[in-house]
Each structure stands twice: as structure tokens, then as C-alpha cells.
């Protein structure tokens, strides 16, 4: 790999600043090496493309240590890209936005600093990971559950601020952190919330305090690096069950939808279900050549023969109750009568105590109590060992038709672009988050290729359709914050001028979320651009 600079900084600048960095982080915690920096690129572009790879990796232990960078980049002009873990992969993993940034990776900052058995929360440093708290939970013996997202290995904090998704009853874990401190692109220290107290004792347990509540402004944004987070978690419950639910009939996805409404708005469903389509279910356990080697998408005569054989629906969700036995029994008769409406729907429901062991669970009932996992890594390889992915995640209201109307519009234009439709529906008491996930082989460059422009048509097509998307690989920040059109970009304009007010050198995470530093904005809104 030939060495990248940050653009606009000449390599006598930049030597100088590493060599500050490295009086900061010490030797071991500057990263310069090709494996490095592949490891903080893009995982899943093809070999040759290196638009989205930074120029070194910093690994600060300590919230000085990050302000003390800050405050190099600034003398320095040179940008810098913070992750957590860096691990969310189907969006760019730890790669920055600008070609030759520095990545400042939390990894080892990563210390539990307070679990809270009475109050239910934890605060954790952005390096620790959803195994990593879990673990510590464990072996604190805490009757507590966190909740974790598909891949455990992602950090608590980073998920949260990309507005990631569990599936306890507190899955939406940007609406269930309390409380942040955050260093700002100046280096100064901030805290949310109640943190505003010097002396407070409620910064993890009141949200809003007094004035404004600044908590989302860190959330997907480049104004500040979060250095410690309060989450909130669920008592151990004494009983759980994990149900499923198939239907057989595209059609039956809409009554699906409406009946699940109903069932979470009554809360009779506490969780987050989720659905998903035949394809994303065989390819947790199955390769693509295992059904079909022929071109094109898979066809829908094979798609009914993966149904038959595998005895799955068009369409299978998972959801979860909790509490005492007979409060799980009464619910799930409740969730039976509503569902089975549905002519042909197969309910079924697995019963255990809360506490029971991890490995007396069967790994798809695992994630709605807590116990994080990589497994779902094994459906990246349906089309190829070098497995890739991209996720496009648009939002719609939780209303049959909706749901089925969006489907309808996207299934085939991943389909044109010669992709399986691998469908997830994340759902919550009023919305879904649908996640259309292209999936290919990320050592072919077509594929790759083709992938990035089914994307683009996705996001052409539900722009017009008035969907917009929740997030968003690097690729495509620019285009999704252009969907954000109100009053002709309003929603931009104030973000640039939060972002011009705190970081006027625009040295934190330019591009992040389509959000540019004054100087780069001339520029924005093409790939190479800002390169
Ligand atoms: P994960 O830990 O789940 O792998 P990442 O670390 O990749 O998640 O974080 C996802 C995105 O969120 C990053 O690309 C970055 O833009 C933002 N982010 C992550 N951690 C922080 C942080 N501590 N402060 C500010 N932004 C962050």
C-alpha cells in the first residue's frame, strides 16, 4: 500500500503530528502498518479501492489522551475519523469518510466503570463490547441483562450512537443509554444530562435534566468524541420465552404486521421482534449453491423449496415475553388468539427460566436474553467464502399495507440488479426499520460494483416513494442526508452550523452522515471528493 496523507497536510506536517500523537498514545498505541490500516479500511471493498482508508490508527487509553489529540489534529489540520470497536462492517466498518484520515480507535478504553444492580444500568467506556459486558456481568454474578444486537463483538457505546437495535424490551439502545460525556472537537470535556452537576448523583437514572437535552447531538454526528455512557439494562426476568411465528403466504405479511401493532401497542409484546424473509433464514445455516447454482436471483420455485424443506414461512418472526410464569403463559395465549387469524400460522414457544445457563439454549433463543453471539457472521458467506455485505435500511410506519407496499417497491430492484432479496424487518411498537441486505463476494469487483449501484437505485426509489433511510455505509451519506430535503435542507443547514460553531477547523470525522466541515462542503457530495 503506498502511504496516504491526509488531504491538504504535506508529509513534513504529518510526520510532525504523528510524532505528537506518539508522544500522547506511545509507540504501541500509533498504528502505521498495511495490515493496520486494512484493518481500519473498508472490509468489504474490493482490493484495489482504498477511497476509504485512513493514513494511521490511534489508541488512546484515557479521556485526556483523546483531548490531547484533538487538540494536535487542530494545530495539525489533520481530520480524524473516531469508532468505538470500528466493527459495524456492512456499513464500513472502522474505515473514515476522508481518504488518509487518522482513525482514532477506542478499542482500549475499555473498562466497566459501575454496574448498578439497583437501579439497573451500567457505564462503560466505548471500547467495551457487548461480550464484554455481558461477561462482566456474569462474572459479577448481576441478575442483569444487557441487550445485544446481532453481533456481540460491536461496542455498547457505538451501537448506540448509530441508533443500533436488541431485542429485549430495551432494544432501541439509543433511546435507552442515560447520560454521556463527550469530548468536544476543541478538546474540552462535557457531559450530558445530569452529568451537568458536578456533584450529581442521577447523571444515569434522569435523562432530560434542565435546558436543552444535548444527548442527540453526538448520535450519527461528528460533533464530539463519547468517552462514557450510561445504559440502561433489564432485571434478570424469573421466566422468558422465545416465540416464533411463520406465515405461509406473501400475502399474510400485512395482517402480520397489523396483528403485531396491536400486540405491542397493548403491550402485550414488550420486545423488539423481528422478521425475516426465506432467503436470510438459509443463509444463517446454508450457502447460496446449496438451493441454486443457476444465474440471477434465486428463483421463487426454489425459494418455496427451501420453505418446504427447511419448514419456514415467506415470511418468520421471532419475538420474546418475560416475567413470571403465569404472566408468560397468559401473554402467549394472547400473542396465540391474535395470530391465529392468520389462516395456516405455525406459533410455537420455548420456555426458560431467566437465569438459565447460556449453553442450555439453543443459539436462535439466545439474543432476546442478552447472550451475545457472532453467529449471524455465517450468512455473509451465501454467495463466497470472501463474504460481503451492505445494508440498506429504510423506515416505515408499523401498518400492514405500508410495510408491504415498501417490499414491494424494493424486493425487485435489488432483484435487477441481479441480488437476492435478503429481507430483515426490525420492529417496534410504531415503526419498522427494514434492512435489505445485498449480499455478495467481495473478492469479485462487479459484484461489489453492482451492489453499490443497487444501492443507489434503492435509495433513488425510496426517496421518491418518501422513505427515508436510519443509516447508512460511507459510500452513501452524502445521498441519504440529501433525502433529508425539508424547507429546502434545513435539517443540513442547522447541522452545519453546529458543526461550524464547534469544530471551526473541521478536523472530527468530516463526512460523517453527510455533515462537512466549511472548507470541504464546496466539495461534498461525491465520492472521490474528499480524497
Ligand atoms: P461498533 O463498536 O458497533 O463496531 P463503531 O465503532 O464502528 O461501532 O461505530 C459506528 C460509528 O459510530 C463510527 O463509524 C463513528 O462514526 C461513530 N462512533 C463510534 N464510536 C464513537 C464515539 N465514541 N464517539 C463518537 N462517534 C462514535
Redesign the pocket.
Known sequence: MTSILPPGVGQQAFDAALQAFADVVGDDGLLKSASALKEYSDPYAFAADDVFTPSAVLLPTSVDQVSAILGIANQYSVPL????????LG????APRVRGSVVVS?RRMNRVLEVNEECAYAVVE?GV?FIDLYEHLRAGGHKLVVSVPDLG???V???A??Y?RGYTPLGDHAANHCGME?VLPDGKLFRTGMGGLSRGNSWHVYRHAFGPSLDGL?M???F????RMGVWLMPTPEWYLSGSVSVKREADLAPLIDIVRKLLLDRVIENYPVLANPLTVAACSSTRDRWYQGEGPVPESVIEDICREMGIGRWNMRFALYGSEAMVDAQFAAVTAALSRIPDVRIDGRRYKGDTPPDEIPPMDRSQIGIPSLDILAAVKWRGEAGGHMGFSPVSPLVGQEVRRQCELLRPIMNQHGFDYMGGILVSPRCTLHILEFIYDAADEGQVREARQGCKALLKAAAAAGYGEYRSHLEHMDDVARMYDFNDGATMRLNNLIKDALDPNGIL?PG?QGIWPRAMRPRQCTREAAS
Open positions: 475519523w473516531a469508532v468505538s470497536q470500528g466493527r459495524n456499513y464500513g466498518g472502522g477506542l466505548p463490547s463483538w460491536g461496542s457505546v457505538g451501537n450512537l448509530e443500533g463527550v453526538f450519527q454526528s461528528n464530539g468524541i463519547v468517552t470525522s460523517k
